[in-house]
């Protein structure tokens, strides 16, 4: 399905939030925005956080944004984004799990741990926190979650329902997070079928550009690591458009 979204008032706005009506697939119908940018969001655990600066870039340019899609912690970012909030409030939610005894408060346990190691509800819950049981509906941008389908490891693409429930499945890491059910189906962290889902977002609206955010480790990355903490790279976060 190709979505038109039709353009904002006022150029210039990071998202038209007046005079939303909603289209016939339920996402809020944009007026005379112009140009349609959609905007991309990749995983990368933590180095995800980075979006949340080309954000900020985002909105100090002006650059108007019509659709989000994400994936993993592109998701979790591109969740609160799409919901409205601004980029302060972006930078204070980041500092709160910017560091390990940060995300050790998040983990909470299987034991045995059959299906992974953590079962990924509290991280849920913290973003439950600030956008309680807000459904795609209810978003201010139209907003895609990618996950893998464990079942047939291709990508599945959340757009109604639960905002934080597509979200906790896009993030749950194989092998770390159990995989979470939805719906009957079994999904796990969508960087497994498509880490930087442009293709989705095109397919899916009518745009004019796409900004698409890559933060996903470099192989120049992964070597220097030698068993140690890979450090930050220069070329995070990478910045491109489609």
């Known amino acids: 399905m190709n979505t038109t979204i039709p353009h904002p008032h006022g150029a210039g706005l990071m998202r038209a939030t007046n005079g939303l009506a909603e289209g016939g697939d339920g996402f809020p119908a944009m007026l005379h925005a112009v140009p349609r940018i959609g905007l991309v969001l990749s995983g990368g655990g933590a180095r995800g956080l980075a979006h949340v600066g080309v954000l900020q870039i985002l909105e100090e340019q002006k650059i108007p944004i019509c659709a989000v899609a994400g994936t993993s912690m592109g998701a979790y970012v591109g969740s609160l984004f799409a919901a409205g909030l601004d980029t302060?409030?972006?930078v204070e939610l980041a500092g709160e799990i910017r560091n390990l005894k940060a995300l050790l408060k998040l983990m909470d346990p299987i034991f045995p741990p059959s299906a992974g190691l953590i079962r990924g509800d509290k991280i849920r819950r913290h973003l439950e926190?600030?956008?309680?049981?807000?459904?795609?509906?209810?978003?201010?941008?139209?907003?895609?979650v990618v996950a893998t389908d464990l079942d047939t490891m291709q990508a599945h693409v959340f757009d109604r329902g639960s905002v934080a429930q597509a979200v906790h499945a896009s993030a749950a890491i194989p092998g770390v997070c159990a995989p979470v059910v939805v719906g009957g189906r079994r999904y796990t962290d969508g960087g497994a079928a498509d880490p930087l889902p442009i293709s989705i977002l095109r397919e899916r609206f009518e745009l004019d550009a796409v900004i698409a955010i890559n933060v996903l480790p470099t192989n120049e990355d992964t070597l220097s690591c030698d068993g140690k903490a890979c450090s930050h790279s220069k070329n995070?976060?990478?910045f491109s458009s489609a």
């Open 129 to 144: 926190r600030t956008l309680g049981s807000c459904t795609f509906e209810e978003l201010k941008l139209p907003f895609l």
């Open 236 to 238: 995070v976060p990478a």
């Open 88 to 90: 302060a409030k972006l």
